[in-house]
């Protein structure tokens, strides 16, 4: 009787555990909150989507302890969902697939396993989330596939569908990606959406066979996918080391694939979408895209008839290049963006749609949401843009931070082009915001140099100081912009420059603030050193172009005498063409002569307001008692002093002196004489 009363005990326990479990895996289908994105292809209708809300029990997996002893999740011959959720590290415990097993991976969730056992009638399908972001992780074990087969057999992997997410499938020594393990086959694997990496071992492919196993069926309608095969000749998508050429490839829907290599091609008449075969990709088709990458290194061909379009609210970024043949076309739709990474190689004048600019800032390019300038890395990628034929017409670019550029020899924003096109010049406005760019270096250059190439007839640079250096030959050099079609106004240079004559005894002309200008400079100063065949204060060359209260203080030297050039030029050598240059002031110890109506001042002139008739000392300049000449009020000057000493000898030098300090100068290493 005791033992039938424990027996008894026993039951009614195991059934509580029993209805406790039960109950556990209804409470949380009864959740009624695990949403996933479901795909679907059709020929003629294309890619299509829904948004499902999971019906069926699931168990979740939120823990490693949740994939079983065993390894098995699923059971044969049933339908069963399995919800990943938070970040489950399970690196030391496989997971084997046994039935038809669905797995949503929630957004912002990782699993992470050293490889998922499918193989023979049993199938697994990976749903992601709105956002796409949740990851399913294969790290590689003992020559098996990454999701596939295990190593030492001849079995074919089971299906595996993809409908989203990320899939990151890495393979160990023999084996595939997503496939065959070693020996093994591939089955049939479809990739619907989502961000798919599956990279083979050493003899196995991305996605298809291991070694000796062949590339089975594989067919991809949208996504991402970089698909890498073993070093050793292991296929992209396709066979294994040794395996023989079965299997196919079939690309639609817009996909975007990166294969190593591709084993079947006799369906690429038919394929849509983008194909990169090794680093060199193509358009297939009129194409659609959602979010991709073109990595650095890769080149993507838009040939003569085909269209690559990037779909509203997707984002195709470029680090790589892309060339176009014939009328080859890349439009973005409205609400999506081609982001522009510097270093990459495309003419941004054949793309029709908006273009962001990651590496300078989040704005828009309205003067309300300009772009940010911040470091010197933002602005050499300024240059690379520009360079590459996007000319900023109608953005606004504001400079945050002081930038020095030291350390590596500046390329010019644009380039210089005599026939006036502005392709590649700078024709947005450039507002220095008081800033100073320092350390601009030119070594032993030739050609053109300044910090701009041409500022184009819509350009304007406002509220600027250039500082650094340049060393050139047969060159033509300005500080700010070497041609200037458009407005510079409120900048001074600091800039040093020695440019003489090059092997072929071709000369180097340059001017303070710009070579050659046929827009405006206006309010405008140089004080940089300038020893060239042909210096001048300001400007080389104005034809046509108005030049208005300017100075030049800095030292100009003849580099040499050869030919006709003998003189030095304070304000412009040669203005022609209609130019005006009115009220420029330069030091009378640094020209011979001048090339147009200015005015020579002493060093004592120059410290007398009076001087500089007509111009604004209410918001433009400043006069400056501790350096003895006007400064603009829009861009503090940094000074320098003579041998480290700072010589006060008036009254209105200590009262700046005073000033200066209660502004927040320091004076470090500064001997105050008075």
Known sequence: MRRSVKNILRAGALCLILLACALFTTALAAEGGVTYVKYSWEEGSGLSSTTETLKSEYKLIDEPSDIPENEQIGETGQDTWYVVRGNVDSSNRSIVIVGDVNLILEDGCTLTTPRVVLAGSNTLTIYGQEE??????????????????MSGSTQTSGDLSIHGGAVEAKAANYGAGIGGGEYGNCGSVTIYHGTV?????????????????????????GGVVKATGGYSSGTGIGSGYYGDSSGSVTIQGGAFVIASSIGDKSNQANWNGVMFQGTSGQVYGEVTLNDAEIPAGYTLAINNGQTLTVASGATLAVKGGVT?????????????????????NIDLSKVTGDLTFPEIGTGTGAAEDPYIISTADALRALASIVDNGYNFAGKTVVLENDIDLSGEVWNPIGEYDSTGNDNTSFCGTFNGNGRTISGMTFTNSTGYCGLFARVGADGMVENLAVEGSITAQGANCGSIACSNAGTISNCYSNVNITAGYDEDRNVSSAGGIVYFNSGTVSNCYNIGEI?????????VRNYGGTITDCYNFGKLT???????????????????????????????????????????????EFADQNKFSGWNFTT???????LGRPVLR??????????????ISTREQLEAFRDRVDEGEDFTGVTVKL
Do not use: H
């Open 132 to 149: 796409g972001s949740g990851t399913l992780r294969t790290t590689g074990a003992s020559n098996s596939a990454g999701i596939g087969t």
């Open 197 to 221: 990496t599956a990279t083979g071992g050493s003899y196995g492919s991305g996605i298809g066979g291991g070694w000796d196993g062949n590339g089975g069926s594989v067919s991809i309608y």
């Open 620 to 626: 433009v300049w400043e006069m400056d008692p501790m």
């Open 531 to 539: 020893k060239a065949s042909i210096p001048a204060g300001i400007c």
């Open 634 to 647: 829009a861009v503090r000057e940094n000074p320098s002093y003579e041998n480290g000493t700072l010589t």
């Open 558 to 604: 003849l580099f040499e005498y050869v030919g006709n050039y003998t003189e030095s030029y304070g304000i412009v050598e040669d203005n022609r063409s209609s130019g005006a240059v009115t009220s420029c002031y330069y030091l009378n110890t640094t020209a011979n002569e001048d090339g147009a109506s200015c005015t020579s001042l002493t060093a004592a």
């Open 324 to 344: 176009f043949t014939g009328n080859g076309n890349l439009t973005v739709a409205e609400g999506g963006a081609l982001a522009y990474y510097s270093g990459a």
